[in-house]
């Protein structure tokens, strides 16, 4: 026997199969059809009814007598009116899970830097979002690592392209390319030697003490070389620029050149300065979204693709 004694707590013992079933019994008039309708014995829909009685503490059914529908009581209707935009709701959520785990939504925040922001976050962000139109993707470039670091361990940035593997027990990383450093010269007068020892004395056009900077100016000491550096800006394509006209040669990551520009000579040295490492890292531990799987898989495409082309020039 059903007592009308409604407890606000007792609906925490609602369970979503009995609201299915509700729903079931109702649209269908029947506990039969309901039961055929979700896969169920007859005794089993009317053991979830009863529990879901229970629950509210009221009839949610009057039952008929023969072969008429069973009849909802204003309780019944209720449950049913808010059961509806529940089991709605849970079906969006459910809706949203299979599309998250897809990798079709989401947001993804990827840090970068320079010569990797021309020459393989666009490709790899072009596919991804050919791929998954409904996935949001923000990119951040810096050049300080130390910046980028803090960033992923403060979660600002999901993933970021790196040079080298931080050196931080807290960040994981992948290596996507092993990038070396060529001498860029002007084509009206090129350097007269590839041997970075020989540099000494010869007109160079760099950047300003950023890392990279930092490894080239570090690698030519090791060799002996005190670069002359008569121009120096943090823009790559500057450089270049300054290289082709005539203004001095420089030692850049090949990366971070255009191979394609008639106006200077890249040329591999000989012997090779130590290469710099490209990687994209993340914060150990850190669970992402399964778009971030994707990135990476199409990130290490589109740099064994440069890495070929590398190999054959």
């Known amino acids: 026997m059903i007592v009308n004694a409604y407890d606000a707590r007792m609906l925490r013992d609602l369970e979503i199969r009995q609201l299915r079933a509700l729903l079931a019994v109702a649209e269908e008039g029947s506990f039969a059809k309901a039961a055929e309708r979700l896969g169920f014995t007859q005794s089993a829909i009317s053991q979830q009814i009863a529990a879901l009685e229970r629950a509210v503490g009221d009839k949610v059914f009057d039952r008929q007598?023969?072969?008429?529908?069973?009849?909802?009581?204003p309780v019944g209707a209720l449950l049913v009116e808010h059961g509806q935009a529940m089991l709605a709701q849970l079906q969006a959520v459910d809706d949203g899970l299979r599309s998250l785990r897809a990798g079709e939504v989401g947001r993804l925040v990827v840090g970068s830097f320079q010569s990797v922001s021309v020459n393989v976050l666009p490709e790899v962000v072009g596919r991804l979002r050919t791929e998954r139109p409904g996935l949001a993707v923000r990119a951040v470039e810096s050049d300080d690592p130390d910046d980028v670091v803090r960033a992923l361990l403060a979660d600002e940035l999901d993933l970021s392209f790196v040079v080298g593997v931080p050196d931080h027990p807290?960040?994981?990383?992948?290596?996507?390319?092993?990038?070396?450093?060529?001498?860029?010269?002007?084509?009206?007068?090129?350097?007269?030697?590839?041997d970075p020892s020989l540099l000494d004395g010869v007109p160079m056009i760099g950047q300003p003490s950023c890392s990279c900077q930092l490894t080239i100016d570090e690698s030519l000491h090791r060799v002996g070389v005190t670069p002359d550096y008569v121009f120096r800006s943090n823009d790559n394509s500057?450089?270049?620029?300054?290289?082709r006209a005539g203004l001095g040669s420089a030692v850049m990551p090949r990366l971070a050149v255009d191979l394609h520009d008639p106006g200077v000579i890249v040329t591999d040295l000989d012997p090779p300065l130590p290469p710099r490492v490209v990687a994209l890292a993340k914060r150990r531990g850190r669970t992402l979204i399964p778009a971030a799987d994707r990135f990476l898989e199409l990130a290490q495409s589109v740099c064994e693709s440069i890495d070929s082309v590398v190999l054959v020039a």
């Open 65 to 73: 007598a023969g072969p008429r529908k069973a009849q909802l009581t």
């Open 238 to 243: 500057a450089v270049q620029a300054m290289v």
């Open 170 to 194: 807290d960040i994981e990383a992948w290596t996507l390319l092993v990038d070396p450093f060529v001498l860029v010269s002007p084509a009206c007068c090129p350097a007269p030697s590839a």
